[in-house]
């Protein structure tokens, strides 16, 4: 039983179009969060919910719009996609903000053309 | 964010030890030292995490220097599938994972 759920593992897409990748979770986490690791391999932040309020807000254009309708799903939507945005999308939850550790999803690889 | 500081990349031989060393000088005291590692095409994945004292579970052992300033992860018996990043991580209290670049392990069989 996959704890955290990611779809759809890859996306191949034109420029400017507007998609979406979903995430779920089974562990009974409050956070979840989106990680972005470039092709520099290197993960960085995104966003992070808690009990569906967003918490965390990192320097990320506004063409990205998380959703959350329930502490289970954090969903991101992304608008106008620029090839820059090409990347391995990573989706986490953990229990607490403190010395929980987080569980990740398997990533979903965004390809823009 | 509190700086970590590892080797670019480590080899071990299969079966013997690795020991992953870490240096984080500015770490404040409730400061969290996390490990995680990625494998290949795959999510991170949590190893160990600790505060002061050392720290054992099945996947390795968490060592920290007695100011703080390093740790060291060790793989008691590395194997093939134990290739990947390990990352070195200060956690606050504020959800946030900051990951570094990590150290890439390979392993020879």
């Known amino acids: 039983d996959t704890a955290v759920s990611q779809t759809p593992k890859y996306l191949v897409t034109q420029m400017g179009n507007d998609k979406s990748i979903k995430c779920e979770q089974n562990l009974g986490h409050d956070t979840m969060y989106w990680y972005k690791q470039d092709s520099k391999k290197f993960l960085k932040i995104m966003f992070s919910y808690n009990n569906k309020e967003l918490i965390i807000n990192e320097t990320v254009p506004n063409r990205f719009s998380p959703k959350s309708p329930d502490k289970a799903h954090l969903n991101l939507h992304i608008n106008s996609l620029e090839l820059g945005d090409s990347a391995v999308y990573f989706c986490?939850?953990?229990?607490?903000?403190?010395?929980?550790?987080?569980?990740f999803g398997q990533g979903t690889r965004l390809t823009v053309v | 964010d509190a700086k970590t500081t590892q080797p670019n990349s480590m080899e071990s031989n299969e079966e013997e030890p690795v020991h992953l060393p870490c240096n984080h000088s500015?770490?404040?005291?409730?400061?969290?030292i996390h490990w995680y590692r990625q494998l290949p095409s795959q999510g991170p994945e949590y190893v160990i995490h600790?505060?002061?004292s050392n720290v054992n579970n099945r996947m390795a052992s968490l060592a920290i220097a007695e100011d703080r300033k390093s740790s060291t992860l060790i793989l008691h018996r590395a194997t093939l599938r134990d290739a990947a990043v390990y990352y070195c991580i200060l956690k606050r209290n504020d959800y946030k994972l900051s990951f570094g670049a990590g150290t890439t392990v390979t392993v020879r069989a």
């Open positions: 600790g505060l002061t």
């Open positions: 986490a939850s953990s229990q607490d903000r403190g010395t929980g550790e987080a569980f």
């Open positions: 500015t770490i404040s005291g409730t400061d969290y």
